[in-house]
C-alpha cells in the first residue's frame, strides 16, 4: 500500500499547492482516479456560490464502504482496522481487522434493511465510543442511507429536535455507555426524545452496560437478536448501494448564531476523496501506523479522522471508549504506550487539562513511538503548544494544528507533519486545492490576505477568513432548508464561503485563526450557539431575559457567562443558579451549562433594544477600565450595576 499523491518534500507542497490553484479540476479528478467507482464521473466540478450549487464528480457512482472497507479486504485482509479501547483499563481490547469489519458492516447493513431501512433514509444514531458505533456509521452508508450521529452529552430535547428536523424512522442507541466512573443511561434518553418523535418506527438496542431498560415490542429490538437472525438466515453479504457522487452521505447538528441547530449535509465523493487526501497528507500516515484521535464520532473530527478518513486509507483508526482523567490524568500516555500510537490527534482543551495535573503522569510512560502530534477544534496557546511539543513529542514530533470546520468536512489550513514546517499557534498553510482569502467587513480582499503569490505581504494582516474556491468535502445544504445555508456561508461576502472566524496571516503566508466573529463559543472545542443558550436559559421559570458571552478560560479556551434577569422569588440565588443550569442540561445538554450566571436588573442596551455584547464581554473578561463609548445606552447606569456585582 502507498498512496501516490503523499505530498513528500516542501518543493513538492509548494508545486502540487500551485497546481492544485491553477487547475482543481485537473488536480482532484486525478486524485479521485485512485479510488474505486462503480461509474466513472463524467466532470470533475460544477459550481457556483450563488445558489449555492456545488457538485463534484458528477455522473460518478460509487459507495464510500467499498473505498473503506472491500478493498482493503481484499489486499490486507488482516491488517487491523480499528483497534479499540474500553472506558475500562482492565478490560480486553478489540482488534477488528479489515476482514472482519467489513463482515460485521455486511451483516448490520443487513439488519437495518431487515427493520425496514432503505436508501435515502435518514437514520439516528446515539451511541458510546464502542465499534459497533462505528460498525452502524458504516452499515448506514453501505446500504445508502443517511446517518445522523448525535453525541451522546445531548440532552433528550436536542435529540428529538435532530430525530425532528431530519424526519429519522430509525434509531441506532445502546442501552447505556461508560465515561469514567460514571455510567450514561442512553437508552432511557432515548426513550425520553421518542416522545416527541412521530417518524420513528424502529429502535435498535445494542448491550453494553446492561442496565435496566424499557424495550416495546415490535418497535424496539436488541442489535445482538437482529445479528443472530442475519446468522441464520446464512450469507452476510449486503451490495454496497451505487451511489451518485453527490447522493448525501450524513448530517451533522452543528450550533450556529440563530437558535436552532442546522443539519450540516455532506454527500459521499466529494467527502470521501477529500478526508483521505487530508488524512495521508497532514499526518503523513505511513502503512502499519497506529492512528489514534481521541475525538468522539458524534463530532466531525471523529467522522473524518476516526473513521472515513483513515479507513479509506487502509489505515489502522484507534478507537477509545473513555476520557482523559480517568482512572487517571495519564490514561492517554498509558494507550499510547500500550498500542505504540505513532499518531496522536486531539485538542488543545484536553491538552491543557493534562497539563495542570503535572508531569507525574507522564512520566515512566514510553511515548518512543510517536511521530505525529496533532490539535484540532480551537487555537492552541503557545504554552499548552510547547508542552505538548517538548512533554510529549520529546522535540521531535512535529505538532500539526489543523483548522477546519462542521462544513469543511476535513482540514482546510495545516502544516503537513514533518513537510511543512510548524510555527506555534499558527495553523499555517493552506492545503493543496483550499484559496484562503482575508477580506474586511464589507468583504474587500485585504491586500496580502490570500495566496496569490505575486501579491507577498510586507507585513502581518488580519482580517475575516473567507475561502474563495469550492473543495470536495464543502457543505452543500443545510438539511431541509438550502436558503438558510446561502445565507449562513454564501451571502455575508459575494461569490465567497464565509467561515465565521478571524484570521491573521504572516509574511510567510502562515494563517492564525484568532477565534470566531460571530455570536459562536468555543467552550472545550465545542461550539455553542449564545442565541441557542439564551433561549434555553429564558424558557426557565422567572427567568425574564438573558445574554450570553464568552470569557478565557484557562482549559475549556471560552467559559461560558450568563447574565440574568430574574423576577421570580430570588429565596437563595445557589438554588436558582443550579435550576437555570438543570434547565440548559435538560433543553440543551451539560456542555452548554454556564461557567457564571450573574442576577442582574437590566442589561445594557441601546435606544433601540439591541444588547450591547461588546460591554458584556468586557465585564466577563474583567476588563471593566475601557468600556468604550456607553453614552448611547438607553440606562447608562446599569453598567455600574453590573460591573459592581461582577462575578
Ligand atoms: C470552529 C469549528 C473541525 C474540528 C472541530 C471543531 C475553531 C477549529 C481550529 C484550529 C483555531 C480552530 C474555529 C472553527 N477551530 N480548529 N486549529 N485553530 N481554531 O469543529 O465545531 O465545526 O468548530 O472551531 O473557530 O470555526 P466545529
Known amino acids: 500500500m502507498s498512496y501516490p499523491y503523499q505530498i513528500t518534500s516542501l518543493a513538492q507542497y509548494h508545486e502540487v499547492y500551485k497546481q492544485s490553484i491553477e487547475n482543481p479540476e485537473k488536480f482532484w479528478g486525478d486524485i479521485a482516479m485512485h479510488f474505486r467507482w462503480k461509474k466513472h464521473f463524467d466532470q470533475v466540478l460544477d459550481w457556483n456560490f450563488t445558489e449555492p450549487k456545488i457538485e463534484w464528480f458528477k455522473g460518478g457512482k460509487m459507495n464510500i464502504t467499498e473505498n473503506c472497507l472491500d478493498r482493503w479486504a481484499e489486499t490486507q485482509p488482516h491488517t487491523p482496522a480499528i483497534v479499540w479501547e474500553s472506558n475500562d483499563p482492565e478490560e480486553h481490547h478489540r482488534s477488528i481487522s479489515y476482514k472482519e469489519l467489513l463482515f460485521k458492516v455486511n451483516q448490520f447493513a443487513n439488519v437495518l434493511k431487515n427493520n425496514g431501512a432503505k436508501k435515502g433514509d435518514r437514520i439516528c444514531i446515539y451511541m458510546p465510543m464502542v465499534p459497533e458505533l462505528a460498525i452502524a456509521v458504516l452499515a448506514c452508508a453501505r446500504i445508502g442511507a443517511i446517518h445522523s450521529v448525535i453525541f451522546g452529552g445531548f440532552s433528550a ?29 442512553l437508552k432511557s434518553v432515548m426513550d425520553e426524545a421518542l416522545i416527541q418523535c412521530r417518524s420513528v418506527q424502529k429502535v435498535i438496542v445494542l448491550t453494553r452496560t446492561r442496565t435496566p431498560v424499557s424495550m416495546l415490542k415490535g418497535k424496539e429490538v436488541w442489535w445482538e437478536d437482529e445479528i443472530k437472525k442475519v446468522e441464520t438466515a446464512g450469507n452476510p453479504f449486503c451490495e454496497a448501494e451505487a451511489m451518485d457522487a453527490e447522493d448525501e452521505l450524513f448530517i451533522l447538528y452543528t450550533s450556529g448564531s440563530t437558535g436552532k441547530p442546522k443539519g450540516v449535509v455532506h454527500s459521499c465523493a466529494g467527502y470521501m476523496v477529500y478526508t483521505n487526501y487530508t488524512f495521508v497528507n497532514v499526518f503523513q500516515y505511513q502503512p502499519g501506523d497506529i492512528h489514534f484521535c481521541t475525538a468522539d464520532i458524534g463530532w466531525i473530527t471523529g467522522h473524518s479522522y476516526i473513521v472515513y478518513g483513515p479507513l479509506s486509507a487502509g489505515a489502522t483508526t484507534l478507537m477509545f471508549e473513555g476520557i482523559p482523567t480517568w482512572p487517571d490524568a495519564g490514561r492517554f500516555w498509558d494507550i499510547v504506550d500500550k498500542y505504540k500510537v505513532n499518531i496522536l490527534y486531539t485538542a488543545p482543551t484536553a491538552i491543557r487539562s493534562l497539563m495542570s495535573f503535572g508531569l507525574d503522569y507522564v512520566k515512566h510512560k514510553d511515548l518512543s513511538s ?17 508542552w505538548f511539543h517538548e512533554h510529549i513529542g520529546k522535540g521531535n514530533c512535529p505538532i500539526v494544528d489543523t483548522w477546519w470546520q462542521t462544513e469543511t468536512g476535513g482540514i482546510m489550513i495545516s502544516n503537513l507533519a514533518g513537510i511543512t514546517p510548524h510555527k506555534a499557534t499558527y495553523a499555517t498553510l493552506p492545503l493543496p486545492g483550499v484559496c484562503p482569502l482575508l477580506v474586511d467587513e464589507h468583504g474587500y480582499p485585504i491586500p496580502g490576505g490570500d495566496a496569490s503569490l505575486a501579491e507577498m505581504p510586507k507585513q502581518t494582516v488580519s482580517g475575516n477568513l ?21 445565507q449562513t456561508y454564501f451571502s455575508t461576502y459575494q461569490n465567497m464561503y464565509f467561515t465565521g472566524d478571524g484570521c491573521l496571516r504572516d509574511v510567510e503566508g502562515n494563517y492564525r485563526i484568532t477565534g470566531r466573529v460571530d455570536d459562536v463559543l468555543n467552550v472545550s472545542g465545542h461550539r455553542i450557539g449564545t442565541a441557542e443558550l439564551e433561549n434555553a436559559i429564558n424558557r426557565h421559570t422567572g427567568v425574564v431575559e438573558s445574554a450570553i458571552v464568552g470569557y478565557p478560560h484557562d482549559i475549556k479556551g471560552q467559559g461560558i457567562y450568563a447574565y440574568v434577569i430574574f423576577s421570580g422569588v430570588m429565596d437563595d440565588k445557589n438554588l436558582i443558579t443550579q435550576d437555570i443550569n438543570q434547565t440548559v442540561a435538560r433543553l440543551i445538554g451539560a456542555i452548554a451549562k454556564p461557567d457564571k450566571i450573574q442576577f442582574v436588573t437590566g442589561l445594557p442596551k441601546t435606544r433601540s433594544g439591541k444588547i450591547m455584547r461588546r460591554i458584556l464581554r468586557k465585564i466577563a473578561e474583567g476588563d471593566t477600565e475601557n468600556l468604550g463609548d456607553i453614552s448611547t445606552l438607553l440606562d447608562p447606569g446599569v453598567v455600574e450595576n453590573i460591573i459592581r456585582e461582577r462575578l
Open 157 to 185: 430535547q436536542s435529540i428529538a429536535d435532530r430525530i425532528n428536523d431530519a424526519e429519522c424512522n430509525i434509531v441506532v442507541t445502546a442501552d447505556g455507555g461508560y465515561r469514567g466512573n460514571k455510567e450514561i443511561p
Open 466 to 486: 473567507c475561502i474563495s474556491h469550492p473543495w470536495p468535502s464543502i457543505i452543500r445544504t443545510t438539511y431541509g432548508d438550502h436558503e438558510r445555508c446561502r
Open 370 to 386: 510517536l511521530k505525529v502530534l496533532g490539535s484540532v477544534g480551537e487555537p492552541i496557546n503557545e504554552e499548552a503548544w510547547n
